[in-house]
């Protein structure tokens, strides 16, 4: 079973403002001649790097919800200039939606294992797909998502 990250999506509003980051990301890797990812960097680095490279993805928290999820494609740990470490996340291009699930604020990332995942929004069922993001969010908060 594979390894996930879940961490909270600050500046996003919405799945689509996070779509709107990762596309601008991915179109810049291209322009640099790399293959289309975005990335997100953070101070400490994963310890299980090896799980999470095995399948793993990052979670995004979006309003006090897990609501998207992004492959992770692989980790970069680097030095920069003020002498501290620090750990850039590679991700897919693909924002994949997930059934919305509630959860509480923290700093950081946190490990998430794969039986405590919420699942891809497009394996619930076909119509929760059309469904407005705030009704699926309301939906979920109610325990009926």
Known sequence: ??????KLCVGADSIDDLREWVAEKSLTAMAAGLEPHSSHVTRMAPKRAAELLDGGSLYW?????????????DLSISTGGDGISRCKLILG????ETVPAPRRPFQGWRYLDAASA???????????GAMPEDLKRELAELGLL
């Open 1 to 6: 079973m594979a390894l996930h990250l879940i």
């Open 61 to 73: 928290i979006i309003k006090g919800q897990v609501a998207a999820r992004q492959k992770l494609l």
């Open 118 to 128: 919420p699942r891809d929004l497009s394996e619930a069922g076909s119509d929760l």
């Open 93 to 96: 291009p693909e924002v994949i």
